[in-house]
């Protein structure tokens, strides 16, 4: 069995802060100040709120069905085929930003550490971790991504410290010259870099908790915590860049961490990049975890192989993922897969909570 | 979940066998010199590696291997290196990049730029100008000083905690191109015996060489200004009546002064009429503790106390006007005044035309000095 204990609520907190920072902690705020410049900390601060409402949404879906995943519940809100496919496009969708983040960071490894290692050994040796831990069960996905968080609180000490060198305050003001418009515009790309957070759609019923209410309280907190995450990263990057000097510069914080002048380690950044490889894998095998469990329900009965599910969504993910060794391919992979989080994250969860609010309310008619 | 853990905290290890690097075969390169041969316009690079040699238990004799490469751009060049040696730019740490003045007037950000893309390369490292012939110091000093690279990168630091001047890193360098308020002052050295020593520092708007060169005292009115200048920096010099610096004709009434600054506080104002900048005004309050005063310690009364304090920040008001023109005719804003300006009075901003109204506005310095450590009650 997949979930036989329960995880608790610590751990949910843990599950959905890791899901949700990973390799956007590098570009972060680039594409979020494309439009708003030096006022990018405001996009990323509204992409929070944004991710704050869809994880109401999702609670509010949940809630209905507290004792079942959505995997299950769908098939009562949509009926049988259409919640095979809903089950399907969820199975593809985190397939797919699983591979997303695998070949993303094995493209950073590539261009700044592991520049001759071939692309398909570190994407083959990331894919195999991942797929070992995604085989075993939720309770031990979760230990594990808690110790991993030891690894994350290592890294945001060295973003920290390599941020707070020569900078200039003065970068953020006239604050909210750029114009609400352009601020709002641009917390769209900051909205996708919180994704992560409808895992709750599965994990609802397997968190221990006295009132599902903690359970709101607790996705609000990694939420909020990831937040100031970004929200400290974008402060920091503005702080080291002006707008012009971030205008080219696609990945600021490498550059912050390869700024940092330290007599016992020269390259702060590639320290940086391994051990932030292992808060990467976590969103790997989380969304690989998750596209297994759909995928279980994709047929008549579910399928409790739960293992073989997940080593066949590796092998897929590694022969996909090879044909992206090209960055200006993994640009365009990008674009389809924010449209895609838009819609699967957002919107799907949306439409089926207003149509399970319509069926209960013809029923009750 | 022991296996899964071992094998995450395993992740972090994969150097990769394609990407080993031997620690042996590593050519740590301490100086990296750039030079610009206007005869033949072609770029000469000129690094310096330091070996140890006969190496044993915490002893070692340390050897410096000069290799000078040359092509028609800086990639090129470095590129050569991979047929002469193990291609020192990849995989290697740099201590200081030198530039000579010939290169650094040739649009050195279109050549070095690059660094900022290569992997490995070492963009955090200072930046200075040589003044002098960079192929012959650099081909003869480090043979016969031994630690002249430990020296030079002790320099640098030097300068920078002292407050002397700040370092500009590579980084800084190549990103201030794409910002019109980011000018830079780059320290420019000497050769001094078997070393080096400061000379002052060149002035750079968007990373193009104004050649303009500020001297070692204007490069103090320039970090006083800034309200940097405290810390373990001496300021030293003549003084005469009325502030007049030791130029004056009287030279009767000439004093010498040192002081060391406690603290440097620097804000800048603007006067404005309808939205049109009239004004820049550079306000710095200083504490200082002064060691010299012209006359012997006991002697130094209230009265005459309070009257130097007047004569130090006359003087100082006089160097930093002269210093604030240089830059003003070099349209080089050292200062960060356009910054100050953009930030806390947009609207002034919108009615400047910063790069052709700034060497004509008017600045005007204004000092209020405080001696902290007078021996009178």
């Known amino acids: 069995m997949i979930h036989l204990k329960k995880i608790s609520l610590n751990q949910l907190i843990c599950l959905v802060i890791l899901t949700q920072v990973g390799v956007s902690v590098l570009e972060i705020p680039y594409a979020e100040s494309r439009h708003a410049g030096y006022d990018s900390w405001m996009s990323i601060l509204i992409g929070g709120l944004l991710a704050q409402i869809v994880i109401f949404i999702i609670y509010q879906l949940s809630k209905r ?16 085929p259409l919640g095979w496919l809903v089950n399907l496009l969820f199975a593809l969708y985190c397939a797919e930003s699983s591979l997303m983040v695998v070949i993303s960071y094995a493209d950073v490894l590539n261009r700044w550490v592991l520049f001759q290692t071939p692309f398909f050994v570190i994407l083959g040796i990331t894919l195999v971790v991942a797929t070992y831990i995604a085989s075993s069960t939720l309770r031990s ?17 060295i973003i920290f410290i390599s941020g707070m060198g020569k900078g200039d305050w003065r970068h953020f003001l006239p604050i909210g010259t750029h114009g609400i418009g352009a601020i709002i515009k641009d917390s769209l790309p900051a909205f996708w870099a919180y994704a992560g957070y409808e895992l709750l759609l599965y994990v609802f019923p397997f968190v221990k908790c006295k009132k599902k209410k903690h359970i709101f309280i607790a996705m609000s907190i990694a939420n909020g915590f990831t937040t100031l995450f970004y929200l400290l990263i974008t402060i920091i990057v503005t702080y080291n860049f002006s707008e012009s000097q971030l205008n080219t510069i696609t990945e600021p914080m490498v550059y912050i961490l390869r700024k940092f002048r330290w007599p016992v380690v020269q390259s702060l950044d590639i320290l940086f990049m391994t051990i932030w490889l292992s808060v990467t894998t976590v969103t790997v095998f989380v969304y690989m975890f998750l596209s297994a469990r759909y995928l279980a329900f994709v047929g008549k009965k579910e399928i409790r192989n739960h293992p073989l599910l997940v080593w066949i969504i590796g092998i897929l993910c590694f022969s996909v993922g090879i044909w992206f060794s090209d960055r200006q391919s993994i640009f365009k992979f990008s674009e389809y897969h924010n449209k895609a989080t838009m819609i699967m994250i957002a919107l799907v969860p949306t439409i089926i909570l207003l149509i399970s609010y319509v069926r209960e309310k013809v029923a009750r008619e | 979940m022991r296996k899964a853990m071992l094998l995450l905290l395993l992740l972090p290890l994969l150097t990769g066998c394609w990407d080993r690097l031997q620690l042996r075969k590593l050519n740590l390169v301490d100086v990296a010199g750039f030079d610009f041969n206007d005869e033949n ?3 000469e690079l000129y690094y310096l590696v330091t070996k140890l040699k006969s190496t044993g238990q915490g002893s070692g004799e340390a050897t410096s291997q000069v290799t000078k490469l040359k092509g028609p751009s800086l990639v090129e060049t470095i590129g050569q290196g991979q047929y002469t040696d193990q291609a020192p730019f990849i995989g290697i740490s740099t201590g200081t990049y030198i530039l000579s003045e010939s290169f650094a007037s040739h649009d050195p950000v279109s050549e070095l730029e690059f660094l900022l893309q290569t992997p490995y390369s070492s963009i955090n490292i200072p930046v200075m100008i040589f003044e002098g012939n960079i192929a012959k110091f650099l081909e003869t000093v480090p043979k016969v000083n031994k630690e002249f690279s430990e020296n030079l990168n002790d320099f640098s630091r ?4 002292n407050r002397i001047i700040p370092n500009i890193s590579m980084m800084n360098l190549i990103l201030s191109r794409e910002d019109t308020l980011e000018d830079l002052a780059i320290p420019v050295i000497k050769q001094a015996d078997l070393g080096v020593e400061l000379s002052g520092a060149l002035l750079f708007r968007q990373g193009l060489n104004t050649e303009t060169k500020l001297n070692k005292e204007q490069v103090q009115m320039m970090m006083l200004m800034k309200g940097k200048g405290s810390g373990k920096q001496r300021y030293t010099g003549m003084i005469g009546e009325n502030g007049k610096g030791h130029n004056s004709t009287d030279k009767k009434n000439e004093r010498n002064y040192g002081f060391s600054v406690k603290k440097d506080d620097s804000s800048i104002t ?3 009429k309808d939205k049109k900048l009239q004004k820049a005004k550079v306000n710095v309050h200083m504490e200082i503790n002064i060691f010299d005063l012209g006359k012997s310690f006991h002697e130094n009364k209230p009265d005459y106390i309070n009257h130097m304090e007047k004569e130090l920040s006359n003087h100082l008001k006089d160097l930093a006007v002269t210093t604030i023109e240089s830059m003003q005719k070099a349209n080089c804003d050292i200062l960060g005044i356009g910054r100050e300006l953009k930030s806390h009075h947009p609207d002034i901003w919108k009615s400047v035309d910063w790069r052709k109204d700034y060497p004509l506005m008017k600045i005007e310095p204004t000092f209020d000095v405080q001696i902290m450590n007078s021996d009178v009650e």
């Open chain 1, 65 to 80: 069905y507290p004792d079942q995943s959505l995997q299950q519940y769908i098939f009562s809100i949509l009926g049988k």
């Open chain 2, 41 to 43: 316009k072609e770029i």
């Open chain 1, 141 to 157: 996905i979760s230990t594990i991504t808690q110790s991993i968080l030891n690894m994350f609180l290592i890294c945001f000490v």
């Open chain 2, 158 to 161: 030097a300068l920078e905690m």
């Open chain 2, 270 to 272: 603007f006067t404005s």
